[in-house]
């Protein structure tokens, strides 16, 4: 690996340095490391040129070297005010019990004037936000209609290698023409 990364460095310095950072990003992402998680799923998310381009990279390295791994992907969708995060939090403490690893992706709808986003969903699954076996990530929707965002199938993807059994998506408070996050859980 160092070899490789030494002789792109002589090649093309300003790439070479990028796919080694995205190369280790990717190593760190399947070894379970949760910041790694973290910032891959931001670089994916990001409207950012440098990192969509760098995002794109790590996705092709993702998806040309699959975990062979089974996921159970769960979308859960409902008015707003419902309880989805509620149901989310009991729910996800039983599976925790069984000893599996739970990843959960809250949209949150973002405000039309200034594209601003609350994130409450994560204050609302305290306990589970707390144990190191599950993984809460609250993301803007970002004006995306559907449900999710536009990167909710990325991050899918992200969390699968990083090793969680179960992944539950959580729409934005929706009414009955959003079924997004059902395609991406049943692809």
Same mark, same amino acid.
């Given at each position: ?26 190593? #760190? ?8 998680? #973290? ?70 709808? !973002?405000? !039309?004037?200034?594209?601003? !986003? ?70």
């Amino acid at each position: 690996m160092l070899t490789r990364c030494v002789q792109r460095i002589k090649r093309n310095p300003f790439t070479s340095r990028r796919y080694c950072e995205t190369k280790q990003l990717i190593d #760190s992402v399947k070894k379970g490391n949760r910041r790694a998680l #973290s910032k891959a799923i931001t670089l994916v998310e990001s409207t950012n040129v440098q990192h969509r381009k760098i995002a794109a990279a790590m996705m092709q390295n993702i998806t040309n070297n699959p975990r062979s791994k089974n996921t159970l992907r769960i979308g859960l969708s409902g008015s707003p005010g419902v309880g989805k995060s509620t149901f989310i939090d009991t729910i996800g403490q039983y599976i925790l019990t069984k000893n599996l690893k739970l990843a959960i992706l809250a949209v949150d709808p !973002s405000s !039309s004037v200034n594209g601003g !986003s609350i994130l409450g969903d994560k204050t609302r699954m305290n306990n589970l936000a707390q144990d190191d076996r599950c993984y809460v990530r609250p993301s803007p929707s970002s004006g995306t209609l559907g449900g999710v965002t536009k990167s909710t199938s990325e991050a899918i993807i992200l969390c699968e290698e990083a090793g969680y059994d179960i992944i539950i998506v959580e729409t934005v408070g929706v009414g009955q023409s959003e079924i997004t996050g059902c395609f991406l859980c049943f692809w």
